[in-house]
């Protein structure tokens, strides 16, 4: 079992950054494939980055491609997703998930953990 716990949500003006950690705990977290996924209100949950056990290989969703960057720390057992020139329709509830899969996965339903989400708003 893993306990995921993501932080680092909040208010921010369109084009300003924020970074979002998840923190993980009961497992080996170093074992697991992580992503992130979002859900804004009334739609479904989208795939947003995935990144490898070794932080070697990425993924990004189009729309967030050369803005957002994940990345994780596996001697700390925590991920980043790092969001540069945020836009309004980048708000969201922002979901950090780990996988045993051996590679990059973007379907939420193949993600075995969870964390609770951190709220993203981005003003106009």
Known sequence: QVQLVESGGGLVQAGGSLRLSCAASGSTFSLYAMGWFRQAPG??????????WTGGNTY????????????????????YLQMNSLKPEDAAV????VTLAPRLVIL????????????VTVSS
Request: net charge positive; charged share 20%.
């Open 43 to 52: 739609k479904e949950r989208e795939f947003v980055a995935a990144l490898t």
């Open 60 to 79: 990004y969703a189009t729309s967030v491609k050369g803005r957002f960057s994940i990345s994780r720390d596996n001697a700390k057992n925590t991920g």
């Open 94 to 97: 922002y979901y950090c998930a």
């Open 108 to 119: 939420a339903a193949s993600y075995n953990y969870w964390g609770q989400g951190t709220q």
